[in-house]
């Protein structure tokens, strides 16, 4: 908070505050339309909530008042009144509805003080700097959400303590500081009784709430308090009283998400939408491409809404496309024309069916292309220069368009732009998607790493196939002089990597990552140094699998694993005995692989003739069902409970095969 109170007058009050001794006064909400505050003696934070009047006022509302304080954000100054027997002095001669004010407060007992609320206490014009600000709206709200209009220009927000505040309470006051000036609307219309018994009939909400239900009630309740005429026509709609699932839970977030950023009127006229007339999964992306329009705040952005909803009157098939697009429609029609041409998204545009799961990805794809037109033109522009940006969209190409979107936001948008032009996206056709999944990563935890990072592995021409295939291990030998040794000594992976050793590679780095103690481990057994078998390959895998992207409770048992006998070189049957392995960990909420490792006949690790065996006892285990029988399982270790048989069988084509048969 400023530090501007340290020029202010009255010594008794300065040396409370300089003391930190700033009492926080509780807040309780009263009917209708006042607001009740509990003041204790010594200092109080509190906002003024009724019509602007004279500072006598106050004085005379509040008798054991001894000093008011309020700021003034165009100078950047505190405004005082003090009482004193001569009356009041001072360059505080109004208060205005939504100020902030430091209360001083003498004698010993709280003071009990209820005034008025006005609407016009919650709307407020901040100024660059900080703001002393009244809280007209909900108790007990979110600062997250309360603060989500500003979250472009909010640069701090603090408590009476200088700690940033974990709620609002109606009728306190907090700081505010801005980097630019703003009009900010706070809702402060009072949910009537009607509206709130409105939610309490709803047959979901009698029926008693989950989590997700609860949440949703949460936002209904905003709704009728911050905007009751976009609540009536919500509650108007037949399948609000219908059975809550996603569907609804998703519509009532992404409503009061917008309500909390805009005015009453956007609301409503999404609300008239004849989209918003039933509720299914399959609009879910429509509501999602709404939010992203009012989320990225451009000048103007009401307006198309509105354009948007008036043409959704007039069509009865409207899609989240003709959303997604329509801003940039209103914007740039030369560059939506572009867009509108490119094959997949023509044919969505016509009617083309398409698979649902796919759908939700295309969709998620051209939010991000509206995202890119608002935030990042000029890497809009390359995406849509790139021939494979034509095709049928992939997994890959989602996470490629995401990834890239996302290295314009934390790290910078130019930064973003030098990536797009290297000459590894110029297709994607293998592991491109794995190495921007990793840049986007690495960039969330240290912008300037991932900078580094991609100049150590960028030649003349910018990182090429080979160059982000290799991102993590140029990444490692720069961080991690340990972890670059071992990587080091795997000749193949620092001559060059073929195409049959790139996916042996991608595991290779990733246990570096997300298991480094099991690579270590793995890497002492020496069958890495001089490449990766296919056998080798899909033991790798399953390590991941099991070590890899989850609790660090299982890199433990993959390290025991790793040192056992039948890893001392990889087959085919070690390669079978993992996977069911990890099969096992993954059964049920307790993995029971530990009691199948600590059975007395693999007293001393899995050794290579016991491999065939192991390989079955998933299987067995699951008795060809759904659950599996740990029981089962362990008496199939049994000895004497199975006999197995090693037959080499020729097989036309392919050199010898040798199968284990259990019997």
């Known amino acids: 908070m400023p530090q501007a109170w340290l020029t202010c007058v009255a010594v008794c009050a300065l040396a409370v505050l300089t003391a930190g001794l700033l009492?926080?006064?509780?807040?309780?909400?009263?009917?209708?339309?006042?607001v009740t505050t509990t003041l204790e003696p010594g200092p109080n934070l509190a906002g003024w909530t009724q019509s602007a009047a004279d500072i006598e006022v106050i004085f005379d509302a509040i008798p054991e008042l001894e000093v008011v304080y309020a700021w003034d954000g165009q100078h950047q100054r505190f405004l005082w009144a003090v009482r004193t027997d001569a009356g009041l002095l001072g360059d505080l001669k109004e208060l205005n509805p939504g100020m902030g004010l430091w209360l001083l407060l003498g004698g010993e007992e709280p003071f009990i003080w209820t005034r008025p609320l006005v609407e016009r206490a919650g709307a407020l014009s901040l100024q660059e700097g900080w703001n002393l600000v009244a809280w007209a709206?909900?108790?007990?709200?979110?600062?997250?959400?309360?603060?989500?209009?500003?979250?472009?220009?909010?640069?701090a927000a603090a408590d009476a303590t200088g700690a940033e505040p974990s709620s609002l309470s109606r009728g306190g006051a907090f700081w505010l500081k801005t980097s630019a000036p703003a009009v900010w609307e706070q809702p402060t219309t009072l949910a009537s009784p009607e509206r709130m018994e409105a939610i309490q009939d709803l047959p979901w909400v009698k029926d008693g709430l989950t989590d997700f239900e609860e949440a949703s009630v949460d936002d209904l309740r905003y709704l009728a308090e911050a905007r009751p005429r976009s609540f009536r026509a919500l509650m108007q709609k037949s399948w609000i009283e219908g059975q809550h699932d996603l569907a609804m839970q998703n519509v009532l977030l992404y409503l009061a998400h917008m309500a909390r950023q805009s005015r009453e009127a956007p609301v409503y006229d999404i609300l008239q939408m004849t989209l918003l007339d039933s509720v299914t999964r399959s609009n879910h992306a429509l509501r999602t491409a709404m939010s992203e329009i009012v989320f990225g705040r451009q000048e103007g952005w009401e307006q198309s809404l509105r354009k948007i909803a008036a043409a959704s009157r007039r069509e009865e098939d409207i899609t989240g496309w003709n959303i997604s697009l329509q801003y940039i429609r209103e914007r740039d029609p030369e560059v939506s024309e572009i867009v509108e041409k490119i094959p997949w998204i023509a044919e969505i545009l016509r009617g083309s069916s398409v698979r649902e799961d796919d759908l939700n990805d295309h969709s998620a794809i051209l939010r991000t292309v509206t995202r890119m037109y608002i935030r990042y033109p000029l890497l809009l522009d390359k995406l849509l220069s790139w021939e494979w940006?034509?095709?049928?969209?992939?997994?890959?190409?989602?996470?490629?368009?995401?990834?890239?979107?996302?290295?314009?936001?934390?790290?910078?948008?130019?930064?973003?732009?030098?990536?797009?032009?290297?000459?590894?996206?110029?297709?994607?056709?293998?592991?491109?998607?794995?190495?921007?999944?990793f840049l986007q990563g690495l960039a969330r935890s240290d912008k300037q790493e991932v900078v580094e990072t991609v100049a150590r592995a960028s030649s003349v021409d910018g990182i090429d196939d080979?160059?982000?295939?290799?991102?993590?291990?140029?990444?490692?030998?720069?961080?991690?002089?340990?972890?670059?040794?071992v990587l080091g000594n795997m000749a193949w992976l620092g001559d060059g990597v073929a195409d049959s050793e790139r996916s042996a590679a991608v595991l290779v780095q990733h246990l570096a990552f997300e298991a480094e103690p099991l690579l270590h481990s793995l890497a002492a057994r020496g069958w890495l140094d001089d490449g990766v078998s296919r056998a080798e390959e899909g033991v790798l895998d399953q390590f991941l699998s099991l070590a890899g992207r989850v609790a660090r409770k299982d890199i433990a048992v993959a390290v025991r694993i790793s040192g056992m006998p039948f890893l001392d070189?990889?087959?085919?049957?070690?390669?079978?005995?993992?996977?069911?392995?990890?099969?096992?960990?993954?059964?049920?909420?307790?993995?029971?692989?530990?009691?199948?490792?600590?059975?007395?006949?693999?007293?001393?690790?899995?050794?290579?003739?016991d491999t065939p065996l192991v390989a079955v006892l998933h299987?067995?285990?699951?008795?060809?069902?759904?659950?599996?029988?740990?029981?089962?399982?362990?008496?199939?270790?049994?000895?004497?409970?199975?006999k197995v048989e090693t037959r080499v069988v020729p097989v036309p084509g392919l050199e010898e095969v040798r199968l284990a048969v259990v019997a």
């Open 23 to 34: 009492a926080t006064p509780s807040l309780a909400q009263a009917e209708d339309d006042t």
């Open 137 to 155: 709206a909900g108790g007990g709200a979110s600062p997250s959400d309360a603060l989500q209009g500003l979250s472009d220009i909010l640069t």
């Open 619 to 642: 299987d067995v285990g699951r008795g060809g069902g759904a659950d599996f029988n740990k029981d089962v399982a362990l008496a199939v270790l049994e000895p004497g409970a199975f």
């Open 569 to 609: 070189s990889v087959d085919g049957a070690d390669a079978a005995a993992m996977r069911s392995l990890v099969g096992i960990h993954w059964e049920g909420s307790e993995s029971p692989l530990m009691d199948i490792l600590d059975h007395p006949t693999l007293e001393g690790g899995l050794a290579d003739e």
């Open 389 to 437: 940006f034509s095709e049928t969209p992939s997994r890959s190409t989602y996470s490629i368009v995401e990834s890239l979107d996302n290295l314009a936001r934390y790290v910078g948008k130019d930064f973003a732009l030098l990536v797009a032009g290297m000459p590894f996206l110029d297709t994607i056709d293998g592991y491109e998607w794995e190495a921007m999944e």
């Open 466 to 485: 080979e160059g982000a295939l290799l991102l993590r291990l140029a990444y490692l030998q720069a961080n991690d002089v340990p972890l670059g040794g």
